[in-house]
């Protein structure tokens, strides 16, 4: 059974950082594409950034310049970075993963709060 858990949301001001991260349990992580995705309230869920097994990032516009995703595969962990947060930034966050075999998995989301 794979498991995703999350950590390091919280409440920042505009312009402060947060890093969260994401760590998977069960089968080897480096098959899965990893991604960071985030809902809003009263919105859809939509994709911050993913990086695929090579280390291939992509990233929204929204965020780039300003948002960083890594991934540790001995610590089978991948991290968000965020930086120069807005209040627009504020959201759930989720971490997925992807098989090759298009099976996806969820975590429960953390909570980033932007605001003064």
């Known amino acids: 059974q794979v498991q995703l858990v999350e950590s390091g949301g919280g409440l920042v001001q505009p312009g402060g950082s947060l890093g969260l991260s994401c760590t998977v349990s069960?089968?080897?992580?480096?098959?899965?594409?990893m991604g960071w995705y985030r809902q809003a309230p009263g919105k859809e869920r939509d994709v911050v950034a993913t990086?695929?097994?090579?280390?291939?990032?992509v990233e929204d516009d929204s965020v780039k310049g300003r948002f960083t995703m890594s991934r540790d595969n001995t610590r089978r962990t991948v991290f968000l970075q965020m930086n120069n947060l807005k209040p627009e930034d504020t959201a759930v966050y989720f971490c997925?993963?992807?098989?090759?075999?298009?099976?996806?998995?969820w975590g429960k989301g953390t909570a980033v709060t932007v605001c003064h």
């Open positions: 069960g089968d080897t992580f480096t098959i899965y594409n």
């Open positions: 990086i695929d097994i090579s280390g291939n990032l």
């Open positions: 997925s993963a992807l098989e090759p075999d298009g099976r996806q998995y």
